[in-house]
């Protein structure tokens, strides 16, 4: 079965500190994809970041980055000088390879808080 | 600008009332997917369409019964509704119907069941 850790509830930060989020997941898969999905107040999930197994490079997407780590089943995410924008809630997510009994499997979700 | 549109925004019904919920997606998509989410919960998946036709039910209650007209439309019936059926309804499209695709969501519908 597979699962994802969130194990970081809540985190409140002063704007311009770095973030980081992190996200364990358990697959007995050896094709597996990783997702980040950012939920603001208003409610809507934005998706942020989708990773296949056999890819390890890191990603960096402006103020965003992402580390993935397979021999620590690891796909942590930093946001680099935070902005009272990024406070949301951020859920990491995971898929195993498409099949019958594919399943879409989130953790429960980190609140960041982001203060002037 | 967000590409998958629901409507409405709020609503609240009896639990002998009989609701729709609509959701369209603009990105040529085919796949479209049914979430419900409670407060502070991860979004629960409820129903999968793949070219327009029903691919994933998960186990939902008949009291939920979800219509896909077009590749582009996906609607959410809604009868006889329990309070605990109280929540947010997000619907999501991807490009195709495996659950490895990144999703993009609709702002949701709050529906809050009296």
């Known amino acids: 079965a597979q699962k994802v850790t969130q194990a970081q509830t809540e985190i409140s930060v002063v704007e311009k500190e770095d973030v980081t989020l992190d996200c364990v997941y358990e697959?007995?898969?050896?094709?597996?994809?990783l997702f980040w999905y950012k939920q603001p107040p208003s409610g809507e999930l934005v998706f942020l970041i989708r990773?296949?197994?056999?890819?390890?490079q890191n990603e960096i997407s402006g103020r965003y980055s992402w580390n993935f780590q397979k021999s620590t089943s690891s796909f942590n995410f930093t946001i680099t000088a935070s902005q009272v924008v990024d406070s949301a809630v951020y859920f990491c997510a995971l898929s195993e390879a498409p099949g019958a009994n594919s399943k879409l499997t989130f953790g429960k979700g980190i609140t960041l808080s982001v203060r002037p | 600008d967000t590409e998958v549109t629901q409507t409405p925004k709020h609503l609240v019904m009896g639990m002998t009332n009989k609701k729709s919920l609509k959701c369209e997606q603009h990105m040529g998509h085919r796949a479209m997917y049914w979430y419900k989410q409670k407060a502070k919960k991860p979004p629960e998946l409820m129903f999968v369409y793949s070219y327009e036709k029903l691919s994933i039910n998960e186990s939902v209650p008949s009291r939920f019964s979800p219509e896909c007209p077009n590749s582009s439309l996906l609607n959410l019936h809604l009868h006889a509704l329990q309070p605990e059926d109280s929540a947010l309804y997000l619907c999501?499209?991807?490009?195709?119907?495996?659950?490895?695709?990144?999703?993009?969501f609709g702002p949701g519908t709050r529906l809050t069941v009296t």
């Open positions: 697959t007995r898969d050896t094709t597996y994809y």
């Open positions: 999501a499209s991807s490009q195709e119907g495996h659950l490895s695709y990144e999703q993009y």
């Open positions: 990773r296949n197994s056999f890819d390890e």
